[in-house]
């Protein structure tokens, strides 16, 4: 039946789609006739100027006909009568305003050469002390944004802890990251995916300083236009660039100490002048850590022995990593540029743990008979990631809404080496001491190829449409042996494989989006066919999948009146599993925990409806409803060898339906005091059959955002931020209530050249997490706590120039895939 119903719903989609396009392809006829001026704004240097302010002129007396702003290329359209002579003036703060010559109005569109605007000595900046500060977060109808940038909760963070605070966004004992709940995220930087998910994707961005970050958009409901990925959102997380003329930079350096401490360094240089920008950065960071892992597990399946053990892990972590980028954009001419980049993250991750293990067996007649050993597990992950991008944008006319085009080559390398020492020591009963050495590594190459085009149609239509092919090729190859007496080396057949994994995808897409003036309509349709091939060495198992998946996107949105606005959004998304979700080779935690994916994990998918209201413009109440079929789930398991370890393996569950409600509250308490507050309630029901579970349960929780804002004046201000998240049902696990409260000053010195700034992060320590996981064979609780409360003291300073130049536009880049690799 749901077949049935998705068929028609996508056919009845395509009818409305060919509508549309019937409408776009009447005669021009009907079209409006309005001739229009158009032109560019530049500067001395011939770069465009966004958001001059353009006015059209009568040549006679000069009075004002009609006023717009250039947009961020520059260009503008004004619309005239066929008769007459007009001049065109541009104003702009800084520069002074320059006149066109007269211009003979005529019935056919005209185009006038660049008006040119010199810098004013008499405008400048230099002595205009501007107090005020963007807000920390900010909610639009379609997404909320984070500004990071300048904040003082940011210093010395990392780019996880600032998203960990971001309202909405959760994160799991086993680092996976949820927006309103749902898990399945888009995660991209500067519009390229992450190379990772779960613990890696945690450990990417504990590895990325904040300092780095300008904002992060968190979106619940993506275009078509963005990857088919991410049943629960995207969120698009922006690093800093540099947008002022000449040679300037930014340096930073911050130390935080919890426990242990915690060291960040950088520097960013940019070079820019009239048809090319050069720039390049540099960040080393060196955080210690601690990871307190408590569990306390019950076996009592008919298949096994009943009883019971409690575990102790002490961890000790040393990260250090070196990330870069190094790139060029360059004009090859007014409405051409090329661009090239490549970055690298070289990261090495030691680490130690002691693990203390008691376990209790329940014999025949209520006997018990009970095992001790402790185990030490030392570990070393390095990570040595390159990847490279060259891009092209054109615009097709010197004139507003001019048809562009935007081609994104991509390739990337990402690898993973993992060496392990688990050597476990028994106590009760005295067995050998067993030593076994893991040699893991893991390589992932990715391809791609991505084109964006779009262009204006008649009757105020804009279509954006384009296509993309990604090759990937995962090869992923394990070797244990084991160690007993001491001098006893033998391969430990059971745990050794190799593992390859071949993916291909190719998409397209097309949008048609038309604004009046009071709606604005889009309409999305993206296809994508996706090619995967998996082979394992150890018993020659071999999985292939071929599909093609239809992904309609709609939103409309309506003026009600000057307090009220509407927004209705529907959207179909996929989340294929990352590569490591695939890759059956395990990783070991502890001599009783290994994690290992799943080769037979078949893609989750979601329908999605949103409704939002917008109240006086600021104050916004979103409601949702998603349904997930095959959702992909962690779940903890006994092992198949048997004993008292465990496996944590993803697998498909059956169905998920999710409701949400936002409520989103800015207050300004007083000029020098606001106030964000973001209330996500959500309810998730889970049903389906796994790991011999029968499941259908569901539970109202909340999370709370808020964030308190205070500019003292003299180049001081204050953040304080609150989290809380209630007590949550996620499919067979409960997690406890925890959350965390932030609190940072900071000073502006030497004419805001430089920032000085002081936090305590989770100031209370409420973020560990405690969660109980229940089956109907096993049951495990688990008590997770880390360094999260840290003092960090954090210096910044600019120098170079002062004068901004317009921001170059990049649409979303082309690695849909690159979320997806590793996920260990």
Sequence with gaps: ??????????????????????????????????????????????????????????????????????????????????????????????????????????????????????????????????????????????????????????????????????????????????????????????????????????????????????????????????????????????????????????????????????????????????????????????????????????????????????????????????????????????????????????????????NQTFITNTGVGGGFAKERYASTTDQTVQRPNLAGNLNLRHVFADSTNAPELTVDLDVARYATDRLLALTTVYALPDDPTNVLHGDQKNHVTIQSAKADYSRLLPYRIRLETGAKATFINSDNDAVFTNITEGTITTVDTNKTNRFRYDENVNAAYFSLQRATARTTTQLGLRAEQTNTLSRQSVGDERYERHYLQLFPNLSVKRTLSEQHELALSLSRRLDRPSYGQLNPLRVYFDATSYQSGNPALRPQTSYNLELTHTFQQKYISTLGYARTSNLIQNVVQPAPEGGRTVVNQFANLGTLHFLTLTLTAPVEVTKSWTMYNNLVLFYGRYLGNLAGTNLDRGRPAFTFNTNQSFSFGRGWSADVTGLYQSREVAAFEVVRRRGQVTAGVQKSLWDKQATLRLNVSDIFYTTPIRSTATYDNFRETFYNRFDSRVATLAFTYRFGGSKVTAARKRTVGADEELRRTGGF
């Excluded at 977060?137 to 963070?157: K, M």
């Design 1 to 354: 039946m749901r077949h049935y119903v998705a068929r028609l719903l996508t056919k009845r989609f395509l009818t409305s789609l060919v509508a549309v396009g019937c409408v776009t392809t009447v005669p021009q006829l009907r079209a409006q006739t309005t001739p229009t001026l158009t032109g560019t704004v530049r500067d001395a240097a011939g770069q465009p100027l966004e958001y001059a302010t353009v006015t059209l002129h009568r040549a006679a007396d000069s009075v004002a006909v009609k006023t717009e702003f250039c947009d961020a290329q520059g260009r503008f359209a004004l619309p005239t009568s066929p008769t007459g002579e007009y001049l065109v003036s541009v104003a702009l703060v800084g520069y002074n305003r320059v006149w066109s010559t007269p211009v003979a109005a005529t019935s056919q569109p005209q185009t006038l050469g660049p008006l040119v605007m010199q810098p004013s000595a008499a405008a400048t900046l230099g002595e205009v002390k501007v107090e005020a500060r963007r807000p920390l977060y900010e909610r639009e109808a379609d997404r909320t944004i984070v500004n990071v940038e300048g904040s003082t909760l940011s210093a010395g963070a990392t780019s996880l802890d600032v998203l960990g605070r971001a309202p909405g966004i959760t994160l799991d004992a086993t680092d996976n990251l949820a927006l309103r709940g749902r898990q399945g995220l888009l995660v991209l930087i500067d519009g390229k995916r992450v190379p990772m998910n779960g613990t890696e994707l945690a450990d990417y961005l504990r590895a990325l300083p904040a300092e780095q970050l300008a904002s992060i958009e968190l979106l619940s409901n993506p275009p078509a236009k963005y990857d088919a990925q991410g049943g629960a959102g995207v969120v698009a997380i922006h690093l800093k660039k540099d947008q002022r003329l000449g040679t300037n930079g930014t340096a930073n350096l911050s130390y935080g100490r919890g426990r242990y401490g915690k060291f960040t360094t950088g520097l960013t240089l940019n070079h820019q002048r009239k048809n090319l920008n050069a720039f390049g950065s540099y960040t080393y960071t060196d955080r210690r850590n601690f990871l307190d892992l408590d569990f306390y597990r019950q076996f009592y399946g008919s298949n096994m022995q009943p009883g019971s053990s409690e575990q102790f892990n002490r961890n000790t972590s040393h990260l250090q990593s070196h990330s870069w980028k190094a790139g060029l954009d360059y004009n090859l001419s007014a409405r051409t540029l090329l661009g090239v980049s490549v970055s690298g993250l070289v990261s090495e991750t030691p680490s130690f743990s002691n």
